[in-house]
């Protein structure tokens, strides 16, 4: 069946540093593929998406491209600051069914020291 | 925010107790599901509902039940908990017509605890 493998964590960075979450997904087909992330004490939110091959999804200067070829969605930031402390979560939605249902990775705690 | 309020936030619940989470959105959206959230496991889904009355399971679904007798609420309920069922619960709403590439809202959970 369907699966998303994330980078074991935490990862603890300091600020500015550069930013990598390496996400890996096995489907049939061509998912859709999503970076959430999930601060403290609050629920998920989207952080980016992408529905096809070689899609770039970007937002508040993350950055993930879909790459079919090695079935990854990376995450990536090129200077992370402390309010990026959070768990970011790598999912994937279809191909074969169209409800919206998510499948998720194991979650990466992102600490960001100043 | 996307107008999902999940109840009650914390609870602490005895081992073969029934116990119902409720999820009540503002958005008449067509589609709600119920994950949980475990450390080394990201969300699984339990179950999800695709209109008044229509529900299928997840991943997750034993030892859980669900009911959506109008647009607004879908109820979550642990007909005897146990503790493999501690745990974090959120609800989830997505637009339109569901879809594979469509956003998920998510509620701010609820903290199970069966002791």
């Known amino acids: 069946g369907n699966s998303v493998t994330q980078m074991e964590g935490p990862v603890t960075l300091s600020e500015e540093a550069f930013l990598t979450i390496n996400c890996t997904y096995t489907?049939?087909?061509?998912?859709?593929l999503f970076w959430y992330v999930q601060y403290p004490g609050e629920g998920l939110q989207l952080l980016l998406k992408?529905?096809?091959?070689?899609d770039k999804g970007s937002n508040k200067g993350f950055e993930a491209t879909y790459r079919k070829e090695t079935t990854s969605f990376h995450l990536e930031k090129g200077s992370v600051q402390v309010s990026d402390s959070a768990v970011y979560f790598c999912?994937?939605?279809?191909?074969?069914?169209?409800?919206?249902?998510?499948?998720f990775g194991q979650g990466t705690t992102l600490q960001v020291k100043p | 925010d996307a107008g999902i309020t999940q109840s009650p936030r914390h609870k602490v619940t005895e081992t073969g107790t029934p116990v119902t989470l409720r999820c009540h959105q503002t958005?008449?959206?067509?589609?709600m599901y119920w994950y949980r959230q475990d450390p080394g496991h990201g969300l699984r889904l339990i179950h999800y509902?695709?209109?008044?009355?229509?529900?299928d399971k997840g991943e997750v679904s034993d030892g859980y039940s669900v009911s959506r007798s109008k647009t607004e609420d879908f109820l979550l309920t642990l007909e005897s908990a146990t503790s493999s069922q501690t745990s974090v619960y959120f609800c989830?709403?997505?637009?339109?017509?569901?879809?594979?590439?469509?956003?998920?809202?998510f509620g701010q959970g609820t903290r199970l605890t069966v002791v």
């Open positions: 999912a994937l939605s279809g191909p074969s069914s169209n409800t919206g249902k998510l499948i």
């Open positions: 489907a049939t087909g061509y998912p859709s």
């Open positions: 992408a529905t096809k091959a070689d």
């Open positions: 958005e008449n959206h067509r589609y």
């Open positions: 509902s695709y209109g008044v009355k229509d529900t």
């Open positions: 989830a709403i997505t637009a339109g017509r569901g879809g594979a590439n469509t956003e998920a809202f």
